[in-house]
């Protein structure tokens, strides 16, 4: 059973294509982790080695018992000897604990430093990074590729030296004690590899693709076992269809499953067998001498367990290049996300932004994405993962696994510039209003303001200072956005609304409630304040969670607002309370608003005009209404049917 840990990380790891390129420069960077370890791995080092000797000296004892104290029948020398075999084990028992106390304290310790290093360095990528990446893949490489690294340095390096060491000794001290016998026990090891090597390989693809018909069917469980899911089927009267689906995918997985149970059972019954052939040879051989007396039995005992010691340490060497590779696989992986530079950097001599008065100044801003984003993650090959499984219902191919063409807001991307020639200024206390068509740039602009995205030329400022040269966390702690998909934890009210200022009191969290017109309905809630929300604030309606968004926002207590004003799904009432609510938070701010209300267009100090990332007109709503021009079309298609509504709700 010395293979199963071998052949079953085989089996988990990584595809049999990826081959990694070891190189000294990687081998320094791996080492770099584990430096601060290396103490640890050599106490590692050293009780395996020790308890490697004191496996040696069993088959020495028995040895000796069976030669000369049993015929001299002499028992104190037995008294000795038994108590031998009973303190070896105890002893080795005792050192194995220790063993796997540093092993742990090493691997725990190498994981949590590289997923440290992984989420510090993904928190600090921009918002292109996210939309072209896989939220799956990112946690495929916080979680399973760390821990394959880490098996680097914890498992593996120790694994190799001590088989080679084992290796060595073990055959060094069968020679010793027979050398005929020693040669006649490694002749068997060609059929021995060349057996582990293909039946391991054929286990290894079918328990691959067990792993991948359990994604499947684990996909189909979760894309309908879940509120959207199961309201969709009951809609359309589909339980039937999605019996005989999931019937289909389990009936697969059993039928694998026997496949793979009775091959692995052909496995280690034929490693079993070579293993006794030669176990078989060296008594048959070792027998003949004895009866030959050139030989004692204590001798052939001892070469018997030595034997087996042999044979597992010579199979981990064989495994070791497999087990190696994978963790530098993982390894390579790990430093890739690293290596993603960053897009929004912050400079060295970045200075903090203090307390300010809300100038927002747009100078000449040109801004676009790329077609071709550059520091992407490769797509990667996972087995058993629902990431994976591209087409969930149907189980054929699909989109590409990594990316899109869409930016954030929905926009589709282009070589051309999404906003040209971008110049405006907002003092504090004023409103801008943002309309235009759908893909005009508006939501792009408002992604800058917080430098989630940086302009390829002009620049952006806030009370003369330019947006580049400041912290990005100053930046943050004056700028308040509310998106248009407002996001919440899955967590109680009091803590969703927290994020926006985790020291506030009680008193100031429920004033900013009150401000955005959510106080009531949270102190009606079951548990009031310490309500959980569901995922992404399922449990809540759209407005309550755009209120709760803008509570907390509230509660930031930011000089410049950025809001997308998405209301249009939201009833009358919803509407009605959210429009108060903004009365009162934009009272001295510096706000910057996509309208989609014709009361936020009216109250404006300005509205810019956009279209195809242009700014083609600006002015106030009659101003704007006289000119005639792509205002006053909008007017009339948007925003004018709106107004009986907007009347009727207040």
């Known amino acids: 059973m010395f293979m199963i840990h071998s052949y079953y990380s085989r089996i988990n790891g990584n595809s049999p294509d990826e081959k990694p390129k070891i190189t000294r420069g990687l081998l320094k960077r791996v080492w770099s982790y584990a430096r601060p370890y290396r103490w640890l791995v050599l106490w590692m080092l050293l009780l395996t080695l020790a308890t490697t000797g004191l496996g040696l000296l069993t088959p020495l004892i028995l040895r000796d018992l069976i030669d000369t104290t049993l015929p001299n029948k002499d028992l104190t020398r037995l008294s000795w000897l038994i108590a031998a075999l009973l303190t070896i084990p105890l002893l080795t028992s005792f050192l194995n604990v220790v063993l796997r106390r540093y092993n742990s304290r090493v691997g725990e310790g190498v994981i949590s430093d590289l997923r440290l290093a992984m989420f510090s360095h993904l928190q600090r990528m921009s918002l292109s990074f996210f939309t072209h990446t896989k939220s799956g893949e990112l946690m495929s490489r916080l979680n399973n590729d760390v821990i394959g690294a880490q098996t ?181 992986r790990v430093f890739e996300v690293l290596d993603v530079p960053l897009d929004i950097k912050e400079k060295e001599n970045a200075r903090i932004l203090g307390k300010v008065r809300g100038v927002l100044e747009f100078k000449d801003v040109l801004f676009h994405y790329e077609r071709e984003e550059k520091g992407l993650l490769r ?54 209003a943002l309309v235009g068509p759908s893909g005009a740039g508006k939501t792009t602009l408002t992604y800058l303001i917080p430098r989630l995205y940086d302009p390829v030329a002009g620049q952006i400022l806030i009370d003369g200072h330019d947006l580049m040269d400041v912290t990005l966390d100053s930046l943050a702690a004056q700028i308040g956005m509310v998106t248009q998909e407002t996001y919440l934890f899955h967590d109680t009210v009091r803590t969703n609304l927290l994020y926006g200022r985790p020291d506030a009191t009680q008193t100031e969290v429920e004033t900013a409630a009150k401000a955005a017109n959510i106080h009531k309905f949270v102190k009606g809630l079951p548990q009031g304040y310490e309500t959980i929300v569901g995922e992404r604030g399922y449990r809540l309606s759209g407005g309550e969670k755009q209120r709760l968004a803008l509570a907390r926002v509230i509660l930031k207590n930011p000089r410049i607002l950025v809001l997308d004003e998405a209301t249009s799904s939201l009833d009358s009432q919803s509407e009605y309370l959210i429009q108060e609510a903004l009365k009162h938070v934009m009272v001295g701010r510096t706000s910057i608003v996509i309208a989609h209300r014709l009361s936020t267009i009216l109250a404006a100090d300005i509205i810019l005009v956009l279209d195809h990332g242009h700014i083609v007109e600006r002015g106030t709503h009659s101003e704007l209404l006289a000119l005639g021009g792509l205002y006053a079309n909008l007017y009339e298609t948007q925003f004018r049917g709106k107004m009986n509504n907007l009347s009727s709700a207040e």
Not at 288 to 314: D, K, M, N, R, W
């Open 152 to 332: 680097a340095i914890s498992n593996t390096f120790v694994s190799i030296v001590t088989s080679l060491i084992q290796a060595v000794v073990v055959f060094s001290v069968m020679v010793t004690l027979e050398w005929r016998l020693a040669l006649v026990s490694v002749a068997i090891l060609p059929l021995f590899f060349w057996a582990a090597h293909h039946l391991g390989n054929r286990l290894r693809d079918i328990a691959r693709n067990q792993l991948d018909l359990n994604a499947r069917m684990n996909a189909v469980a979760q894309e309908l076992l879940n509120i959207s899911g199961a309201l969709l089927v009951k809609l359309f009267g589909r339980s039937s269809e999605e019996d005989r689906r999931f019937k289909q995918r389990s009936e697969e997985v059993r039928n694998i499953g026997i496949k793979r149970a009775v091959t692995g059972s052909l496995f280690f019954a034929s490693i079993g067998l070579l293993s006794a052939i030669g176990i078989a040879l060296v008594y048959g051989v070792g027998g003949y001498f004895v009866i030959q007396e050139t030989l004692t039995i204590g001798t052939i005992v001892a070469l018997g367990v030595y034997l087996t010691t042999l044979y597992g340490a010579l199979q981990t060497l064989t495994n070791a290049p497999v087990d190696f590779a994978t963790s530098m696989v993982s390894f390579e």
């Open 379 to 432: 797509e990667v090959r996972r087995f058993g993962q629902m990431e994976d499984v591209v087409s969930v219902l149907s189980g054929a191919g699909g989109a590409p696994r990594n990316g899109g063409e869409k930016d954030a807001a929905g926009a589709e991307r282009t070589n051309g510039e999404v906003l040209e020639h971008i110049s405006f200024r907002a003092e504090p206390g004023q409103l801008v």
